[in-house]
T-cell receptor, first 112, second 116 residues
Framework: AQSVTQLDSQVPVFEEAPVELRCNYS??????LFWYVQYPNQGLQLLLK??????LVKGINGFEAEFNKSQTSFHLRKPSVHISDTAEYFC??????????FGPGTRLSVLP | EAQVTQNPRYLITVTGKKLTVTCSQN?????MSWYRQDPGLGLRQIYY???????DKGDVPEGYKVSRKEKRNFPLILESPSPNQTSLYFC???????????????FGPGTRLTVL
């Protein structure tokens, strides 16, 4: 069975500053990794995903994430955040089965 | 417009009164799934379905039932709701492909359920 840890439940950051949201996972098999974003009162939408190949993955809205197998991490980064990035961010893994496991989420608050 | 719809969006009910939350997608997706979202716990998978008449348990299936009689619909049934099932519920679907575990999931808008 796999699990996902998001160490920071809340991350406040000023507008135009860089941000990193941390995600670590545990699994006994190879996994696929995802980051989803949830804006207030909405469902989730995919930011980016890692399936194979290059460990640096670029997603929508200027976000990117790097897969680090040795550290079992998949941290999400953005070099300069905007007010509109205020949302909750979920890291998720999927293994050889068909079920997905989500982390508890990190609430990003971008301050003016 | 391609979308996943859920009904109702909000529901307040009492313990033991059977209810159904509907989920429908118009994208011809094979894979569909139900999640519940609780503060500090993220999303936990309740049930998923690989295709019509094929369903399987997720991480927290107790107290829930599902059916998949048609490709587009995947209703969630609570036969005897209890207060610990008060939560925000999301339905999701994925497009057909060589492996739905690698595909993007498209989420519905959510159903907020309160069981008194």
């Amino acid at each position: 069975a796999q699990s996902v840890t998001q160490l920071d439940s809340q991350v406040p950051v000023f507008e135009e500053a860089p941000v990193e949201l941390r995600c670590n996972y545990s699994s006994s098999v190879s996994v696929y990794l995802f980051w989803y974003v949830q804006y207030p009162n909405q469902g989730l939408q995919l930011l980016l995903k890692y399936l194979s190949g290059s460990t640096l993955v670029k997603g929508i809205n200027g976000f990117e994430a790097e897969f680090n197998k040795s550290q079992t991490s998949f941290h999400l980064r953005k070099p300069s955040v905007h007010i509109s990035d205020t949302a909750e961010y979920f890291c998720a893994v999927s293994d050889h089965g068909q079920n997905f496991v989500f982390g508890p989420g990190t609430r990003l608050s971008v301050l003016p | 417009e391609a979308q996943v719809t859920q009904n109702p969006r909000y529901l307040i009910t009492v313990t033991g009164k059977k209810l159904t939350v509907t989920c429908s997608q118009n994208m011809n997706h094979e894979y569909m799934s139900w999640y519940r979202q609780d503060p500090g716990l993220g999303l936990r998978q309740i049930y998923y379905s690989m295709n019509v008449e094929v369903t399987d348990k997720g991480d927290v299936p107790e107290g829930y039932k599902v059916s998949r009689k048609e490709k587009r619909n995947f209703p969630l049934i609570l036969e005897s709701p209890s207060p610990n099932q008060t939560s925000l519920y999301f339905c999701a679907s994925s497009p057909p492909g060589h492996s739905s575990r690698t595909d993007t999931q498209y989420f519905g808008p959510g159903t907020r359920l309160t069981v008194l």
